[in-house]
């Protein structure tokens, strides 16, 4: 098992979910709903999805697209979605 492959996809994922919408939608529904292990548990199960979903298209893409062009469209559509973040439209 390459264990250096999964500390760093923990640390890059940690990091990027670090204050993102999931844990600000987290937190309010814990707020909310007062039940924090079933909020947890419905947000582990849908961030497994997303992620299975992920990985799958992953592979994929990956078959099909250079890793050059994955890593330009993948910038390409963060810098768009921050500019519409920026205007107020996201």
């Known amino acids: 098992m390459d264990w250096k492959?999964?500390?760093?996809?923990f640390i890059t994922i940690f990091l990027a979910e670090l204050?993102?919408?999931?844990q600000l939608a987290s937190i309010l529904m814990t707020s909310k709903t007062n039940?924090?292990?079933?909020v947890f548990i419905g947000t582990?199960?849908?961030f497994a999805l997303v992620t299975v979903i992920g990985?799958?298209?992953?592979?994929?893409?990956?078959?099909?697209?250079?890793?050059?062009?994955?890593?330009?469209?993948?910038a390409i559509a963060f810098i768009i979605i921050g500019i519409l973040i920026l205007l107020g439209k996201i």
């Open 5 to 9: 492959i999964i500390a760093s996809t």
């Open 19 to 22: 204050g993102d919408k999931t």
């Open 35 to 38: 039940k924090p292990v079933l």
């Open 44 to 46: 582990m199960l849908a």
């Open 55 to 74: 990985v799958a298209v992953g592979s994929v893409i990956t078959k099909f697209v250079p890793l050059n062009f994955i890593k330009v469209g993948a």
